[in-house]
């Protein structure tokens, strides 16, 4: 049997090869494009069935596809291996390889699809025996990127430590590890700030740091937040207790509304109250041009570095 399983989705596709190995009784083998001498090598022992071989599933992950000379030496065996009752191959890439049969696709969310990566992150969660709460649907999301490697590893340490279904709010905190650099949130908090030019000065950085959709969605999340904010309460300062209360109707964490807001911890502490300086008009055109920043962006049409800039000199009119 020799498959290519197509798609974004490369989790999936390993999770879907083991749990067919495991239902089959076959020796699971993976190989990545680092492994491939050891792949080309194993590919022989797929084809030569002796008196005493093992038979496997075995999953050559190879997301961008195969060269022609890799794949020749890969055709010189495919027959045999598709052939094969005893032996299974599934190549995985993101698009389908000609000459090869297509099997199952498995494809993400787009990176921006919030809503559509919170099912599935809920999804996967329930597979593993977990109910998550709201809060710990949105931390997953937004603070693993998209990349269902790092959302497994979360779910599996929390499957391993909870005794039951739901997970402590504050044990998640102390466990959960977030893999989005707390770089990308300052630079955001400082872009919209309009006291402050610090953001300019880091832009550099962060251009070379993130890709230009992982900018976008920060900022968009940001701003829509912000709406959030005014569309809830038109307070110009704010308790503990409002922010707690902002945090839970708007199912944020409570340090990030406390920035948002101006809230300090400290006595004696002033901190800028970014949402007062939009008015609801001006956040609503703004989130607007966020997204012709995803548009031009994925056109290609125009360069990300000036159209940044472009709607930082935006948020300063």
Same mark, same amino acid.
């Given at each position: 049997?020799?498959?290519?399983?197509?798609?974004?989705?490369?989790?999936?596709?390993?999770?879907?090869?083991?749990?067919?190995?495991?239902?089959?009784?076959?020796?699971?083998?993976?190989?990545?494009?680092?492994?491939?001498?050891?792949?080309?090598?194993?590919?022989?022992?797929?084809?030569?069935?002796?008196?005493?071989?093992?038979?496997?599933?075995?999953?050559?992950?190879?997301?961008?596809?195969?060269?022609?000379?890799?794949?020749?030496?890969?055709?010189?065996?495919?027959?045999?291996?598709?052939?094969?009752?005893?032996?299974?191959?599934?190549?995985?890439?993101?698009?389908?390889?000609?000459?090869?049969?297509?099997?199952?696709?498995?494809?993400?969310?787009?990176?921006?699809?919030?809503?559509?990566?919170?099912?599935?992150?809920?999804? %996967? @969660?329930?597979?593993?025996? !977990?109910? +998550?709460?709201?809060?710990? /649907?949105?931390?997953?999301?937004?603070? #693993?990127?998209? $990349?269902?490697?790092?959302?497994?590893?979360?779910?599996?340490?929390?499957?391993?430590?909870?005794?039951?279904?739901?997970?402590?709010?504050?044990?998640?905190?102390?466990?959960?590890?977030?893999?989005?650099?707390?770089?990308?949130?300052?630079?955001?908090?400082?872009?919209?700030?309009?006291?402050?030019?610090?953001?300019?000065?880091?832009?550099?950085?962060?251009?070379?740091?993130?890709?230009?959709?992982?900018?976008?969605?920060? %900022? @968009?999340?940001?701003?829509? !937040?912000? +709406?959030?904010?005014?569309? /809830?309460?038109?307070?110009?300062?704010? #308790?503990?207790? $409002?922010?707690?209360?902002?945090?839970?109707?708007?199912?944020?964490?409570?340090?990030?509304?406390?920035?948002?807001?101006?809230?300090?911890?400290?006595?004696?502490?002033?901190?800028?109250?970014?949402?007062?300086?939009?008015?609801?008009?001006?956040?609503?055109?703004?989130?607007?041009?966020?997204?012709?920043?995803?548009?031009?962006?994925?056109?290609?049409?125009?360069?990300?570095?000036?159209?940044?800039?472009?709607?930082?000199?935006?948020?300063?009119?």
């Amino acid at each position: 049997m020799l498959e290519v399983l197509t798609g974004t989705d490369d989790f999936s596709k390993y999770d879907y090869c083991k749990k067919w190995a495991k239902k089959e009784g076959k020796q699971f083998k993976v190989f990545k494009t680092k492994d491939w001498q050891e792949f080309e090598a194993f590919l022989s022992v797929l084809c030569n069935k002796t008196l005493f071989s093992v038979d496997y599933c075995c999953y050559g992950d190879f997301p961008e596809g195969l060269s022609k000379k890799k794949l020749s030496i890969l055709m010189a065996f495919s027959d045999t291996i598709e052939q094969s009752e005893s032996n299974a191959l599934f190549i995985g890439s993101e698009k389908s390889i000609k000459g090869l049969k297509k099997g199952k696709a498995f494809e993400l969310p787009k990176p921006w699809k919030d809503d559509e990566w919170k099912v599935l992150v809920k999804a %996967l @969660g329930l597979e593993l025996g !977990l109910s +998550l709460s709201q809060e710990q /649907i949105n931390r997953l999301v937004f603070d #693993t990127g998209p $990349d269902m490697w790092r959302i497994h590893n979360e779910l599996s340490k929390f499957a391993q430590l909870s005794d039951r279904k739901t997970i402590e709010e504050k044990t998640f905190t102390d466990l959960f590890y977030s893999y989005m650099r707390e770089d990308l949130q300052a630079f955001v908090l400082a872009f919209i700030n309009r006291n402050s030019t610090s953001a300019m000065e880091k832009l550099n950085d962060i251009l070379l740091e993130y890709n230009p959709i992982q900018i976008i969605y920060r %900022l @968009g999340a940001i701003f829509q !937040l912000m +709406l959030k904010i005014k569309l /809830i309460s038109s307070k110009r300062y704010f #308790t503990f207790n $409002d922010v707690r209360e902002l945090a839970s109707k708007t199912q944020t964490n409570i340090p990030l509304i406390s920035q948002m807001v101006g809230f300090s911890f400290k006595k004696n502490e002033f901190k800028e109250n970014l949402s007062e300086q939009y008015s609801r008009l001006e956040i609503e055109d703004l989130i607007d041009h966020i997204l012709f920043l995803e548009i031009n962006y994925k056109s290609g049409e125009k360069d990300f570095r000036s159209e940044i800039i472009g709607f930082y000199n935006q948020t300063r009119r």
